[in-house]
């Protein structure tokens, strides 16, 4: 029952974080396709970052279908991650219309690893309320993605400043990551 | 269970769609009826839009009711349907409030033709997982609406740059095409 | 189970309706009291409108609950309905930026009032679906509340231009009826 | 049946609101770190407001999920306990744009306010609805925490003017009161 309300806020909010940040693509005043161009760049961060939220949704869901007891822990663990998820539209926007400048390269690392470390602690949350044996521990395994992850946000934002192009290719390698796909997953569905 | 928040967070993001478009309709600044004036295009693309997406509520609906297995695969599929129709908002409110001059119409028939190419690998995914010979095959059958209305688009594209009505008049027709009561929509119901 | 996603679409749209509309109390620039005396109107307007979605919700919710078979007649019916209460948050903008101007007033009734003929087209639509000795069909009763309402905002839309005080005197006056317990309601309930 | 439409519509409504006010936090115009700082104040609402809005949420679904009947009064205390909630928003930006002036602040506390007292209101309903005996009213106890909270934002409001800071520190330590984990949600969970 708990699990259920929190099941549903969660992708409440994770569906309007998904639908503002095209909120962030405003309407051009011009009518010719010359318009769209100085949209590219914000069009670029939506793409990637509809693609973050989907692969959040889709292991946060996945993560909480295998499991049976949730704490208030978990219920505070989980606020937090959604926080730091509500700051990607933010960080997309200002990405997006700054044209990948460095500082907003940064902050943008900086939100994915803070949301990276948000779940993180979310999943031992989870695991620690339903025990090293279950169906989630067990799943979830060393769970090399999920430490290779933070590291690699980390080298993203330090390469802001030196290459900007190195900050934007890591970001897409972790989305990319995450998108092969995993056989925990479908161990977890079957 | 994995089926439900499937369809709970794809709801959540039509949902948002839906309204979010309205937003587009901006409070005009003068109080009298003539403030209305300028909004009529953009409140004729609003209703368009809007039966659209009800339109593809509905039969993601329908199509979720009639199957019992969801793989990774179907996940993201669906992820990729809602990137597409996230963009409607966005087209919908360019094409209003330029007129519907060619290039908004050849976009907004773009992001409805991306759409419609994404709802048919939904299906694939869904009716693959499913087995040929599910309800949802079976309903579905030689699916003649979902095969015409992607060259329908694309000839709404084109006419965009041509007559530009011919465009307007062919999206409003792909529409009427899937309101009409489908057989097979009542057929899965019953 | 199409009852079940029906709802949730549903609470969805409404839940938006209901927030997005307190967007249009735009965040003023003065940081005193005397700032916020010009949202007053913005304010009044939101107050009617967030009871008036607030009352569809609740009614919404008890004639769902009440019934067992939806057809596809009611999906389009629900759209229907859906779509004129989109159009609230508009309204209402409108009507509280222009501090209830006469073209504003008569707009915003009109939107109840094709509200309200959605709605009761709503209900036809479950009634015929479920059955003359439906308990909805029973509970509904003969409905006057339903069809004085549409008169009532006829008779606004006309005042609108005559007096507008009288047309506000009016809207506020169906949401009282509409607010004040119904018997109807607590016998569904029970 | 009714309980799960409530909570379903307060869910997408406090996930809204939770979503929307990070709107506020406008994508600022220059692209180097120095843009971001008079974001500051924003922010720091933002995240306060989040807090409060988390913990609403948080006790809102224990609340519900003790209870077994739900009234017409318990479906109108809870729109006008989102009512309030939907306020917070407005008070947050309005707050943070004024770098927590006087007047803000004021504002800010009279919304925690009202939602505190309309959480009350809510919480006394569901009770006479479920019996003095129910789950909720032995989990509830005297409801310190409940009571305090009200007399704390009167406090706060009347510091706003002699003292901001203190106001701020008072709606902080409310936040942090209820934030501190709570043997009574742990007792409702098991």
């Known amino acids: ?8 806020f ?11 940040m095209v909120l ?16 590219l ?11 973050y939220v989907g692969i959040y949704w889709n292991n946060h869901h996945l993560m909480l279908g295998s499991v ?27 990405m997006g219309e700054n044209n990948f400048a460095p500082a907003t390269l940064a902050i943008y690392g900086f939100v994915l690893l803070m949301s990276a470390l948000a779940y993180f602690i979310l999943q031992n949350c989870i695991i620690s309320a339903n025990g090293r044996n279950s169906v989630l521990a067990t799943a979830v395994g060393r769970d090399w ?14 390469a802001s400043f030196w290459q900007p192009w190195v ?17 925990r997953i479908s161990r977890v569905i079957e």
Chains 1, 2, 3, 4 share one sequence.
């Open 145 to 158: 993605k999920g430490k290779l992850s933070p590291v690699l946000y980390c080298v993203g934002i330090a």
């Open 41 to 51: 760049p914000v069009f670029l961060s939506y793409v990637l970052s509809f693609i």
């Open 10 to 20: 969660s992708d409440g909010v994770l569906a309007i974080i998904i639908t503002i």
């Open 1 to 8: 029952m708990f699990k259920g309300r929190l099941e549903a």
């Open 167 to 183: 900050a934007g290719l890591v970001y897409v390698g972790v989305a990319l990551l995450w998108l092969v796909p995993d056989k």
């Open 24 to 39: 962030e693509i405003k309407v051009p005043h011009g009518a010719g396709f010359g318009a769209l161009r100085p949209l």
């Open 68 to 94: 049976s007891r949730v704490s208030g822990a978990v219920l505070w663990a989980n606020s937090h991650l959604l926080f730091w998820l509500s700051l990607v539209p933010f960080a997309t926007g200002w």
